[in-house]
């Protein structure tokens, strides 16, 4: 029977990543991340599940900033919202761009980004906000756009 020194010595640097690996399995199980309510496994299945519309932002192509139009309903929002401090949204974002996914992923999280500082500037918790920016749509609509989705499932 070999000793503990030898076993250390022998499975150390293996051992050790076992329990590493072991400790971060733990934390991640305990670790709650916010998601959109029932989120479907794939994003194909995202874009098709049925969830309510509550507005939808649009955005010029490549833009990430709010212009007026976009302000006017974010504040149309935050009034329904006042109505509901318990009611939990999500801001699914996307980008029409002809460029690469990961482009269009930028372009799409830069708008959920703002849409998300301009209701928690207003007065909405973050912890009411979830953020999903899904790039290129895969459904009809406007391709440049954030879409306020209420009351989360």
Same mark, same amino acid.
């Given at each position: ?8 010595? +022998?499975?150390?640097?293996? #051992?050790?990543?076992? /329990? ?9 199980? +305990?670790?709650?991340?916010?998601? &959109? ?7 194909? $299945? ?6 309510? &519309?509550?507005?939808?932002?649009? #955005?010029?192509? $490549?833009?990430?900033?709010?212009? $007026?139009?976009?302000?006017?309903? /974010? ?13 939990? &949204?999500? &801001? ?8 690469? +996914? ?15 500082? #301009? ?18 749509? $895969? ?12 009351? /989360?499932?």
């Amino acid at each position: 029977m070999m000793s503990a020194a030898e076993t250390t010595r +022998q499975f150390g640097g293996a #051992f050790a990543v076992m /329990l590493a690996f072991a400790a971060c399995a733990a934390a991640a199980e +305990q670790r709650t991340v916010p998601s &959109i309510d029932s989120a479907p496994a794939s994003e194909d $299945q995202a874009e098709t599940s049925p969830q309510p &519309i509550l507005a939808s932002i649009a #955005f010029a192509p $490549q833009a990430v900033e709010l212009n $007026q139009t976009g302000k006017h309903g /974010l504040a149309a929002v935050v009034a329904h919202l006042s109505n509901d401090p318990e009611a939990r &949204i999500g &801001i699914v974002a996307y980008d029409g761009s002809d460029g690469a +996914q990961m482009s269009a992923r930028r372009i799409s999280l830069g708008r959920a980004l703002s849409v998300r500082s #301009f209701l928690i500037e207003h007065g909405v918790e973050s912890q009411r906000l979830i953020v999903k920016a899904l790039g290129k749509p $895969q459904q009809d609509g406007a391709a440049d756009r954030v879409d306020i989705l209420w009351p /989360l499932r």
